[in-house]
């Protein structure tokens, strides 16, 4: 029986004129998650993206679990095409494409839809001739139109008649690519990697920038993080990872700062080489993973110091929620197991005793002024070191 992924599209249905322009983009996100999986015939009409694989041996199991973290997309159907655009075609393929599905039921319902308005039936008929037909196929099946266990579709399309049961939930969001580009700071924590996620889910194209200290940080510490951009790009796509030489920085920090000024210099420099990054890839905005009063420098007077460093748009879309919100995120995106696993981050070397909870702005500038952190960050643009994330 020859199947496909009948795909709805998500809150780009409420766009206007441009919806064209994010319907391209969705399609083309589909076919690089489909990459590798075999041949595929993609086409979209009437709000639905047809996905027709062309030989047998293709994966379907694989590509469903792809399509899943595609953003864009409301809902999916793993549906069989029936041989014929008939009713005696639709009537022979339910019963035996739903087998399993019907077996283990009570109740089923059936509902059509008829987007092709010259078959000869209309869905009120189709929706009686097919609930007769699995009936008399499984005698222990009740009609239940309230609350069934399983609800049939038929589907009468331009292109074939299709059944298929109750939808797969999408990965919702806009399309990756419609909604800009930003640069995420990527620590090896649990918090960016979910912050990366979550802008991605609203169409954000992401490139990631990650600050380490080596031989304070260890090489597994950037393993770790390309690993966690690996689990995010399965929902963001492929991405670059810029990653920052920033030992001499810290060093400088440790030596001509004062000790409760450490963090909040040391994250309005991260702020300050990520804007000069997102300029280079035409990027519009910055984005973190903090999460307001999680740490000292997260608190209102932190924050609006870290801010300061840079002229970009800051989204730190984890702003409002609790560690274990953060967590149960972490674990949907499959990145929590490698986060937790204990490498040093940048942001744990030289720590001062008693960080500034309330800094002044006026203070921290002039301190990270006087020691002139100017030529080294020049010095860190020139060394940058580039991966590619797919
Ligand atoms: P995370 O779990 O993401 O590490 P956190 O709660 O540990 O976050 P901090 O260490 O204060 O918080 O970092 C706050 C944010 O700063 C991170 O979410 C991340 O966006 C950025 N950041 C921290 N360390 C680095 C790093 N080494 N490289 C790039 N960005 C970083
Ligand atoms: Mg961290």
């Given amino acids: 029986m020859k199947e496909i992924l009948l795909l709805k599209d998500g809150e780009i249905v409420l766009k206007g004129l441009n919806r064209r322009q994010f319907e391209d983009v969705l ?5 690089y998650a489909l990459k590798g999986l075999g041949g595929f ?24 679990d792809r399509i ?18 008939t009713l005696d075609s639709v009537l022979a393929t339910a019963p035996v494409y739903l087998e399993k599905m019907l077996c283990a039921a009570k109740t089923f319902k059936v509902e059509a839809k008829r987007s092709d308005k010259q078959f000869p039936y209309k869905s009120p008929e189709i929706c009686r001739e097919a609930g007769g037909a699995l009936l008399a196929k499984y005698p222990h099946l009740k009609v239940d139109v309230h609350h069934p266990d399983v609800t049939v579709y038929v589907e009468i399309r331009d292109f074939g008649a299709y059944v298929h049961a109750d939808p797969i939930r999408g990965a919702g969001g806009i399309p990756v690519g419609t909604g800009g580009r930003a640069v995420i700071l990527i620590s ?18 992401l490139t990631a920038v990650h600050f380490a200290s080596p031989p304070y940080t260890s090489q597994r510490a950037e393993e770790k993080v390309v690993r966690l951009l690996q689990k995010v790009s399965r929902y963001a ?36 080489i990520s804007e000069k990054i997102a300029k280079q890839r035409e990027c519009g905005a910055l984005i973190t993973g903090e999460s307001l009063g999680q740490v000292a420098s997260q608190t209102i007077g932190a924050l609006g110091c870290t801010d300061e460093a840079t002229d970009m748009v800051v989204f730190r879309p984890l702003i409002g929620m609790d560690k274990q919100e953060i967590i149960n995120l972490a674990y949907k995106i499959d990145t929590y197991d490698i986060s937790i696993e204990p490498y040093e981050d940048c942001c ?27 030529p080294l960050i020049e010095e860190a643009m020139e060394h940058l070191k580039i991966t590619y994330i797919e």
């Fill in 27 to 31: 399609i083309r996100n589909i076919k």
């Fill in 41 to 64: 015939q993609i086409k979209s009409a009437q709000s639905t993206i047809y996905i027709v694989p062309q030989s047998e041996d293709v994966d379907l199991d694989e590509a469903v």
């Fill in 68 to 85: 899943s973290r595609v953003f864009g997309l409301v809902s999916f159907s793993r549906a069989a095409m029936c041989p014929e655009k």
């Fill in 188 to 205: 090896g924590g649990i918090d960016s990697p979910v912050a990366a996620y979550m802008m991605a889910k609203r169409g954000v194209k």
């Fill in 237 to 272: 796509g492929p991405m670059r990872l810029y990653t920052v030489p920033f030992t001499k920085m810290q060093e400088k920090l440790r030596d001509d700062c004062p000790e409760e000024l450490f963090t909040i210099i040391m994250r309005r420099l991260m702020m300050q």
């Fill in 348 to 374: 744990t070397v030289f720590t001062p005793r008693h960080p500034h909870t309330k800094p002044i702005l006026k203070f921290v500038k002039s301190a990270q002024e006087q020691a002139d952190f100017e």
